[in-house]
């Protein structure tokens, strides 16, 4: 059954935060959706091949008819075959001014008055949505790692990875990748390329696979490596960074990079790590 989760509660009370985390356990996530089309986006979720499973949408009292609105959205969702649900984040009204006077933004509703005149007109505004949300959040004292992981424990699955890697093999000649978080040097290994029977094979291929990992040190070098990630990866999960890149490089990107890439993914995976192996310069030479 597909999930719409809508997003809302007072300005400055963490909705942008909410929904980065919920987009990185993997939902469909809007912002600032109008309310009048969520009723569309839930129809179009409902009928999709294949269906979204979980939609999240993010909506503020920027939205002018805004309870009308809303509860017939709710109403069509539900109708669909969609389980609504609604999320409120609250924080007590000095949090809210020191929030916006520490990033020097006016309340959206504090016209020509003080962010608290704004802050107190939207709790009129949104005292009823309040009264009807499915879960009341108050983050007066999160900051933003505590929301995210709050969140995550909420409407997170058993099943979704606590991070995601993305193991990259890569040529030193062909440059650094860019967005790289670790970078590890497999050049000590000895060069399939100057094996005249290796050379035109790849890491992937079973012959040159073999041929690297029983060189003195690869297997050693998987070993450590791989217990050497792990505080890494844990503290990336408590950071809520969720989302890593690992670069494995030799001089060409073709023959050690990738048959250690290969290995190291199948030894990093699992327990809360999902991880996808891909050879950057592969088929370059």
């Not at 609105?69 to 001014?97: H, M, P």
């Not at 309340?107 to 949505?129: F, N, S, T, W, Y």
């Amino acid at each position: 059954m597909s999930e719409l989760l809508i997003i809302t509660g007072m300005s400055g009370a963490g909705r942008s935060t909410a929904a980065k985390a919920l987009e990185d356990l993997g939902w469909y996530v809007v912002d600032n959706l109008p309310p009048q089309l969520i009723a569309e986006l839930a129809v179009l979720a409902a009928t999709a091949e294949p269906r979204v499973r979980r939609i999240a949408v993010a909506v503020d009292v920027r939205g002018r008819s805004f309870f009308s609105a809303l509860a017939d959205a709710v109403s069509t969702a539900e109708r669909s075959g969609i389980r609504t649900r609604l999320l409120f984040l609250d924080a007590t009204n000095e949090t809210l001014v020191r929030r916006f006077e520490s990033v020097r933004r006016p309340h959206p509703l504090q016209g020509d008055g003080a962010p608290l005149d704004g802050i107190r007109a939207e709790r009129k505004v949104m005292g009823e949505l309040r009264g009807n949300a499915d879960t009341l959040v108050d983050t007066s004292r999160l900051n933003v790692h505590e929301l995210a992981s709050k969140i995550i424990a909420l409407f997170g699955d058993a099943g979704d990875p606590s991070i995601r890697i993305l193991l990259m093999s890569f040529g030193f000649k062909y440059g650094l990748p860019l967005d790289a978080d670790q970078v590890a040097d497999v050049r000590f290994l000895p060069n399939p390329f100057w094996v005249p029977e290796l050379r035109a094979h790849n890491g992937m291929d079973a012959e040159v696979a073999d041929y690297v990992l029983g060189q003195e040190g690869a297997a050693e070098f998987i070993d450590r490596y791989a217990l050497a990630l792990q505080p890494v990866l844990a503290g990336y999960v408590r950071e809520n960074k969720r989302y890593a890149t690992i670069a494995i490089g030799c001089t060409g990107g073709k023959h050690r990079s990738v048959a250690i890439t290969e290995v190291l993914a199948q030894r990093l995976e699992g327990a809360g790590v999902a991880v996808t192996a891909v050879h950057r310069d592969v088929g370059r030479e």
